[in-house]
């Protein structure tokens, strides 16, 4: 289900408050103004919502990479060739990893309550004193 959220007036952020469909989102944008009484123009924008989605993807790279230099650092040349991995046996590694990493996310309740906002439309808007 797609998700829309809101700013106005250039913020910073978009809302954290997310909405099923853009009038909902526009909809809210205007009652957070009537609200504060926040009289006169306003650019607001609604955006979609794209939420994060880890994928670890070159991880086991890194890792690998990370520990065959500190390796070659403390030991020289005569570590040369440590963890130099195969294709294959980094598919494996980046298996063995991901699903390592996702447990360990898991477990420790990791939060991942962000994303990022795309189809950003700008509407502009005006409220008026009754």
């Known amino acids: 289900m797609k998700k829309y959220c809101y700013r106005i007036d250039d913020d910073y952020y978009f809302t954290s408050e997310t909405f099923r469909s853009r009038n909902k989102a526009l909809k809210g944008a205007i009652n957070e103004l009537e609200w504060n009484k ?3 123009k306003h650019k607001i924008e609604i955006g979609l919502f794209i939420p994060f989605e880890e994928d ?3 991880v086991a790279e890194n890792v690998a990479d990370f520990l065959c230099e500190r390796t070659l650092d403390e030991y020289g040349e005569v ?3 440590y963890m130099e991995l195969s294709k294959k046996d980094l598919e494996d590694l980046e298996k063995v990893l991901t699903k390592t990493l996702k447990k360990f ?3 420790k309740k990791i939060k991942k309550d962000f994303g990022k906002i795309e189809e950003i439309e700008i509407i502009n808007f ?4 009754e």
């Open 79 to 81: 570590a040369e060739g």
């Open 105 to 107: 996310q898991k477990d």
């Open 126 to 129: 005006e409220l008026k004193e």
């Open 38 to 40: 926040d009289f006169g």
């Open 56 to 58: 670890f993807l070159g």
